[in-house]
């Protein structure tokens, strides 16, 4: 996945950013283009997707540092908003709140409850609200939302 995005065309070029614990890497983050479908026009906006910390270095606080870093390089970057679908739990703690409660729309229907979230960021307008379209990659890779048992057991 990490791969295919960074090889796409995209309006705005894909960030990684990795974690080193005595100079091996142990963990990373990627934010890629993707869109808002607003009323007025698209926005540019970024998903992060992948992030991932070694198992033996999970628990340390290193992905909390990972997703703030994120953040922040987004916003230097002017970028609105950042969206991602992932645990509320993890993410509620850490910048993101239910983009569905804010009125933003998702790209699927295939997302449990309360997974589709987003970061605010200082260049957000009020006007800039809508429906968050997914970059190609994501679609060609079938890795938006859930499907089938994995998708009923996140539902109850
Ligand atoms: C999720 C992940 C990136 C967290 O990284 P980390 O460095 O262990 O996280 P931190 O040490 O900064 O934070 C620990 C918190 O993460 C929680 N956590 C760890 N794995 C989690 C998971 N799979 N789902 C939800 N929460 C998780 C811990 O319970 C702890 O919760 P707290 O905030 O209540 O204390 C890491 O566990 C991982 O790589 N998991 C496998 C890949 C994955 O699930 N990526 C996220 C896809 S959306």
């Known amino acids: 996945m990490v791969d ?7 309006s705005i070029a894909p960030l990684s950013l990795v974690a080193t614990v005595d100079e091996r890497t142990v963990g990373h983050v990627m934010l890629s283009a993707c869109r808002l ?3 007025p026009r698209l926005v540019d906006v970024v998903s992060l ?3 991932g910390v070694l198992p033996e ?9 990972l997703v703030a870093q994120a953040l922040a390089e987004a916003d230097n970057r002017g ?4 969206f991602l679908e992932g645990s509320p739990h993890y993410y509620g703690k850490r910048g993101f709140s239910d983009a569905a409660k804010r009125g933003f729309r998702p790209p699927s229907l295939r997302y449990p409850p309360g997974t589709f979230q987003v970061a605010t960021l200082s ?4 006007w800039m609200s809508g429906t968050f379209v997914y970059s190609d990659v994501f679609w060609a890779l079938d890795c938006v939302g859930l499907r089938g048992e994995r998708l009923e057991a996140a539902r109850t």
Not at 4 to 10: G, H, N, S, V
Not at 57 to 65: M, S
Not at 123 to 126: D, F, G, K, L, V
């Open 57 to 65: 270095f999970q628990g340390r606080g290193i992905g909390t540092r």
């Open 4 to 10: 295919t995005l960074r090889a796409a065309r995209a």
């Open 123 to 126: 260049s957000y307008e009020a």
């Open 37 to 39: 479908d607003a009323l």
């Open 49 to 51: 997707s992948p992030l």
């Open 79 to 82: 970028i609105p908003f950042v």
